[in-house]
């Protein structure tokens, strides 16, 4: 077994440059932890803002600070009191107090999962917060996750922002309760979303009456992963208060869910539902970027510039990495065309390995 592990780490409030790759003893689980060494990790927009400092009042960090609360891994240790899970055990977690984006963390045994063989590993890692505070949302706006409803016409789902990662998950919920689902985005994710089963409709002046001709009845629910105009939209579509949920509300469940406790059931719980909802093919999660952990700078700077769609994901050990680094940092989470788009005469966009810093380099 390994003897030291890698976290990332920052000691002030930042953007990427304050990230650290800090190397340290192996840490040892308590009697109801068990020690987990971490294959893949997800990234969330709402750590971004963290680790910057936008959320002070409500979530002070002790610097230095560690990030990250979505994994996957394999159980290496157990605590004496921990007898459910086999070494070599592949499960799916939440790390308490953060710590996800590191090679190894030690996790209460309450807030992991098993995972099932045919969930994939990039999937599993970055389902925790997404997962999460989908389903909360979707139940929150009158969604029987798990249920199919029988009624016709179906009840209508709005959804903005619905290619990202929050988004297509809670459109696949509504859908497969029986709900008619449109989701607002840019045309770029048009036939994404289409794949899902969702009806797209394009941002900007208009969207009333898209919508509109998208629904071709009265909306039901809204769903705001955006902000801005969206309140208003869902009040001129006549949504009910109690059927529409704000971008505020999705940062009180982000939150929520970023500060649960050992003792809290209800994450384990979502996760466990979640994972077989892949197992059986009855969601699907997108991974529309990944890299390997030492360019997790790379990773969250690429995510903040809102290119991605799905989720993004680290990996601790890629099989292929330094002779390739080049095709991993020249736009995983964007779109070929985003990549090779014209900057100016005899240009293009993409990035290259000249052009980016790598983590402990």
């Keep these: 077994m390994d003897r030291t592990c890698k976290a990332l780490e920052y000691d002030r409030y930042g953007d990427v440059d304050v990230l650290t790759l800090v190397e340290g003893p192996m840490p040892e689980p308590t009697a109801d932890e068990v020690l987990v060494e971490v294959v893949a990790a997800g990234l969330n927009h709402i750590e971004n803002s963290i680790r910057r400092g ?41 790390a ?6 590191a090679t190894h963390l030690t996790v209460p045994r309450s807030q992991v999962v098993k995972k099932p063989d045919t ?34 016409p179906r009840p209508v789902l709005v959804v903005s922002a619905a290619a990202g990662g929050v988004g297509s998950i809670e459109c696949q919920l509504a859908l497969g309760a029986g709900w008619k689902v449109i989701g607002t985005c840019s045309p770029h994710n048009h036939d994404y979303l289409r794949s899902i089963g969702v009806i797209p409709v394009t941002y900007g002046e208009g969207l009333e009456g898209r919508i509109r001709d998208a629904a071709a009845r009265d909306v039901t629910a809204f769903i705001d992963n955006f902000g801005g105009d969206n309140p208003a939209l869902a009040r001129a579509l006549g949504v009910a208060d109690d059927r529409f949920s704000s971008s505020e509300d999705r940062l009180d469940v982000e939150l929520r869910f970023i500060t649960a406790d050992a003792d809290d059931r209800a994450p384990a719980h979502l996760l466990g539902m979640l994972a077989q909802m892949i197992a059986e093919m009855r969601l699907r999660v997108l991974v529309s970027g990944f ?18 769609r799905g989720k993004v994901v680290v990996g ?13 940092l020249s736009g995983k989470a964007r779109t070929l065309h985003e990549v090779l788009q014209p900057a100016g005469p005899g240009e293009w966009k993409g990035r290259t390995k000249q052009h980016v810093r790598r983590l402990g380099a």
């Design 316 to 328: 601790m050990k890629p099989v292929e990495s330094g002779s390739r680094s080049d095709w991993y």
């Design 96 to 101: 308490v107090g953060g710590g996800a984006h």
């Design 119 to 152: 969930v994939d590993w990039e999937v599993a890692g970055g389902l925790y917060l997404a997962g999460c505070t989908a389903v909360t949302i979707a139940e929150s706006v009158g969604i029987e996750v798990g249920r199919t409803t029988s009624v016709d």
């Design 291 to 308: 890299y390997p952990f030492e360019y997790i700078d790379q990773a969250f700077a690429d995510m903040a510039e809102m290119h991605s």
């Design 54 to 94: 936008d959320f002070t009042e409500r979530l002070p960090q002790d610097l230095p600070a560690r990030q990250g609360s979505c994994f996957a891994g394999i159980v290496i240790k157990r605590g004496a009191d921990v007898h459910d899970l086999h070494l070599g055990q592949a499960v799916i977690g939440h």
